[in-house]
């Protein structure tokens, strides 16, 4: 069963903006996920982070995309949003969602989307 589903992505030029966005099932809905945030893969390469936010308002961004794209979150509805900004065509990619957790055995517990693929080029 998916329980992240992410949507937003799609073929944009250089420069240009665009907004994804995940959004949890109705049955992991309640959970207070540690960790929410974006993970991407290029053709060729492995999989990497873009962006995190914990529960407590912790972001971690890579470096090839500071200052550039924004994550938020909204923990109520346990939905978690990039926002992304002047576009290069180094961010083509498939970008996942993720959650994650620590539950009572301390055991980690994750949640991955199925990804949306951003294209970005002339």
């Known amino acids: 069963q998916v329980q992240l589903v992410e949507s937003g992505g799609g073929l944009v030029q250089p420069g240009r903006s665009l907004r994804l966005s995940c959004a949890a099932s109705e049955r992991i809905r309640s959970i207070n996920f540690m960790v929410m945030g974006w993970y991407r893969q290029a053709p060729g390469k492995q999989r990497e982070l873009a962006a995190t936010?914990?529960?407590?308002?912790?972001?971690n961004y890579a470096d090839s995309v500071q200052g550039r794209f924004t994550i938020s979150r909204d923990n109520a509805q346990n939905t978690v949003y990039l926002q992304m900004n002047s576009l290069k065509p180094e961010d083509t990619a498939v970008y996942y969602c993720?959650?994650?957790?620590?539950?009572?055995?301390?055991?980690?517990?994750?949640?991955w989307g199925k990804g949306t693929l951003v294209t970005v080029s002339s």
């Open positions: 936010l914990t529960s407590g308002g912790t972001t």
């Open positions: 993720y959650a994650g957790l620590i539950d009572y055995t301390f055991r980690t517990v994750e949640y």
